[in-house]
């Protein structure tokens, strides 16, 4: 029997991920495993409680966390699989024992993998031993014990062989799939989508995550959409608004969606900048799901597949964007977004995440 995690979130916790489409992925996977049949295990995630809580509190929490999941996991007989979404939210210490107990069992444990803190410290140059260690005993520890696991892609794949993680296990997914349930194809056809109109960009749009978005160059037009939006609007760069995931894909219009990440619009700089060169960011699916090409950064792990699949184009910096917008011509817009509506039909449907979960 097939099975897989459902991390209950405390009212506190989900609060304010209406609009955000941090939860997206999760959700459509969730969706998906049960369609294939999967039953669910249901954990209550109680870090708030946590997060509150002296050191010595702390530390009990663990070993609560860890008594929660063999308590809910029990019940598995031997030639089952587990399905676990991972970073797990109801993040403790000793999830790698979780797997082995499992494994030793009889059962197999499948990750499959959203985020990897793990890989993004590997850019920053500020970790602490005690964030190093807790990396190691949370993420690393259950890479290595798990069965199987979905990654994003080739790149994520080789930097964690090279991080002494058995690569034989691991499938690559390609690109995240983005259901759209009921999609309505007449809705969406009344979008103005136009190789002359503005740029769009979707998603977290704080200073933190997304600097580059208070630094875009004037001589191209922008329309963004998302939350934590506190910067100027002008001629070129029109603020339109938050929406919910499944409404976002009918109220975007522009030419391309941008996949950009860091601080500036000279390239893709700091954490979150170089962390595109190993994972799949999850607006790229949200860009072709809704049938729009999209412009990438020419170094992100992506970039290799939307040229190939000819849903878009790289770009070295955001600072060349109207000189390449200028020289595109009608046909090869034409043909950029009719691939991409190809495309959206299989990222609708969780054609990708099938295809890796047979492989298992």
């Given at each position: 029997?097939?099975?897989?995690?459902?991390?209950?979130?405390?009212?506190?916790?989900?609060?304010?991920?209406?609009?955000?489409?941090?939860?997206?992925?999760?959700?459509?996977?969730?969706?998906?495993?049960?369609?294939?049949?999967?039953?669910?295990?249901d954990i209550p995630v109680k870090n708030e409680e946590r997060e509150e809580a002296n050191l010595f509190r702390k530390v009990g929490y663990h070993f609560c966390s860890l008594r929660r999941w063999i308590n809910q996991?029990?019940?598995?007989?031997?030639?089952?699989?587990?399905?676990?979404?991972?970073?797990?939210?109801?993040?403790?210490?000793?999830?790698?024992?979780?797997?082995?107990?499992?494994?030793?069992?009889?059962?197999?444990?499948?990750?499959?993998?959203?985020?990897?803190?793990?890989?993004?410290?590997?850019?920053?140059?500020?970790?602490?031993?005690?964030?190093?260690?807790?990396?190691?005993?949370?993420?690393?520890?259950?890479?290595?014990?798990?069965?199987?696991?979905?990654?994003?892609?080739?790149?994520?794949?080789?930097?964690?062989?090279?991080?002494?993680?058995?690569?034989?296990?691991?499938?690559?997914?390609?690109?995240?799939?983005?259901?759209?349930?009921?999609?309505?194809?007449?809705?969406?056809?009344?979008?103005?989508?136009?190789?002359?109109m503005p740029v769009m960009i979707a998603g977290n749009l704080n200073r933190s995550k997304a600097g580059y978005v208070y630094h875009l160059p004037s001589e191209c037009d922008f329309h963004l959409y998302g939350v934590n939006y506190n910067g100027p609007q002008?001629?070129?760069?029109?603020?339109?608004?938050?929406?919910?995931?499944?409404?976002?894909?009918?109220?975007?219009?522009?030419?391309?969606?941008?996949?950009?990440?860091?601080?500036?619009?000279?390239?893709?700089?700091?954490?979150?900048?170089?962390?595109?060169?190993?994972?799949?960011?999850?607006?790229?699916?949200?860009?072709?799901?809704?049938?729009?090409?999209?412009?990438?950064?020419?170094?992100?792990?992506?970039?290799?597949?939307?040229?190939?699949?000819?849903?878009?184009?790289?770009?070295?910096?955001?600072?060349?964007?109207?000189?390449?917008?200028?020289?595109?011509?009608?046909?090869?817009?034409?043909?950029?977004?009719?691939?991409?509506?190809?495309?959206?039909?299989?990222?609708?449907?969780?054609?990708?995440?099938?295809?890796?979960?047979?492989?298992?």
């Amino acid at each position: 029997m097939n099975y897989y995690i459902r991390e209950i979130l405390s009212e506190q916790h989900a609060k304010g991920q209406e609009k955000h489409a941090g939860g997206k992925a999760r959700k459509d996977i969730n969706q998906l495993l049960q369609s294939e049949g999967a039953k669910n295990i249901d954990i209550p995630v109680k870090n708030e409680e946590r997060e509150e809580a002296n050191l010595f509190r702390k530390v009990g929490y663990h070993f609560c966390s860890l008594r929660r999941w063999i308590n809910q996991l029990k019940a598995m007989k031997k030639g089952d699989t587990l399905y676990v979404q991972f970073p797990i939210a109801d993040h403790f210490i000793f999830q790698g024992f979780v797997f082995e107990w499992l494994k030793r069992r009889g059962i197999k444990v499948v990750l499959m993998i959203h985020d990897l803190t793990l890989l993004r410290e590997v850019f920053g140059d500020d970790v602490s031993f005690k964030e190093k260690i807790r990396l190691h005993l949370e993420e690393k520890a259950a890479l290595k014990k798990c069965s199987k696991m979905i990654v994003h892609n080739y790149r994520m794949k080789n930097y964690l062989s090279k991080m002494h993680i058995d690569q034989n296990k691991m499938i690559k997914l390609r690109i995240f799939d983005y259901l759209i349930p009921d999609w309505d194809e007449q809705r969406a056809s009344k979008r103005v989508l136009d190789r002359t109109m503005p740029v769009m960009i979707a998603g977290n749009l704080n200073r933190s995550k997304a600097g580059y978005v208070y630094h875009l160059p004037s001589e191209c037009d922008f329309h963004l959409y998302g939350v934590n939006y506190n910067g100027p609007q002008n001629a070129s760069k029109r603020y339109l608004g938050a929406f919910l995931p499944e409404e976002l894909p009918y109220v975007m219009q522009g030419s391309f969606g941008l996949v950009w990440d860091g601080e500036t619009s000279e390239t893709c700089s700091g954490v979150y900048g170089k962390y595109l060169q190993i994972n799949n960011p999850h607006k790229t699916s949200l860009y072709l799901a809704s049938g729009i090409p999209v412009i990438i950064w020419e170094k992100a792990a992506l970039a290799d597949f939307i040229k190939k699949q000819k849903v878009g184009l790289t770009v070295k910096s955001l600072n060349d964007l109207n000189h390449i917008m200028e020289t595109i011509t009608e046909d090869e817009y034409r043909e950029m977004l009719a691939n991409a509506r190809k495309l959206s039909e299989k990222l609708r449907s969780g054609y990708f995440t099938k295809h890796a979960l047979d492989m298992c």
